[in-house]
């Protein structure tokens, strides 16, 4: 089955996408599943996973419901509040729902850059790994020294490192996250999503542009750790859909048909929908 491991869906009025604003014209819209499908049958694309875009437990409710409705949404991502004093009663509560498969905090958008290593987040990554459920990490190059302590920190749990951490494509400097990534990808309980990376490189993109950057994670996590996502409707910033999907099978050309078979699907599936993530990845 070929999944798509990484989209969003959004009703504006619904309020909580503080990010979303309309200096972002091709997004600053209702995205629903009807937009969504034509792009997943050009693509063969079978199922995917719903990834949350607010910093609200109204949107991942939301996006639970829909899954709830659809057979192609197979999983979602959702987001709960990890600075809650309730937290651990809210991750158990979250993850009664059928199709959460995992959480994300949205790292990215913290001010404090240490906020990976904070000692409160022990209990609720346990809570996370007794209900099986996967950690996205939404975070930028600046992180990942933080993220490496954390995931050698929770050796049972399944992390996911969203787009390849946003590497600085647009201006070349990627010299510290090609070594942060090569440490990181040494740890067996973290995965790379491939997604992301054209919002990240400059407006006129090229696959040439995005080559150095994932032939860094095919070398470092391997075929068999990589998960590709469309990033979509974000990704109308760069191109769409179907550039991006165009330019995956490009740059991946060159692993075998089981390595791609796994890239474009059964990864995603092993990770998020095989008992809910519980299988860590083992070298």
Known sequence: MRIDAHHHLWT??????????PALAPIHRDFSLSDLEPHLAAAKIEGTIL????????????????????????????WMDFDAADGEARIDALAAREHLVGLRPMVQDIP????????????????????SLVFDALVLPRHLPRLLRLVDDHPNMQFVLDHCAKPRLATGEIADWQGDIALLAQRPNIV?????????????????????????????????RLLWGSDWPVVNLAGGYEKWFAAA?????????????????????????????RNVEAN
Request: proline content about 4%; overall charge negative.
């Open 112 to 131: 404090d850059d240490d906020w990976l290593l904070r000692p409160a987040l022990a209990s609720l990554l346990a809570a996370m790994a007794r209900n």
């Open 12 to 21: 504006l009025a619904r309020g909580d996408y503080g990010w979303l604003t």
């Open 192 to 224: 790379c999503k491939i997604s992301g990376l054209v919002t990240e490189a400059a407006p006129d993109w090229q696959i040439a542009d995005l080559r150095k950057a994932v032939d860094h994670v095919v070398a470092c996590f391997e075929p068999h």
């Open 51 to 78: 990834v949350q875009a607010a910093p609200t437990e109204a949107e991942t409710i939301f996006l639970l419901d829909i899954a709830a409705e659809a057979q192609v949404v197979r999983g979602v991502v959702g």
């Open 249 to 277: 099978e490009t740059l991946l050309a060159g692993l075998s048909p089981d390595e791609k078979a796994a890239t474009f699907g059964g990864n995603a599936a092993r990770i998020y929908l095989s008992s809910r993530g």
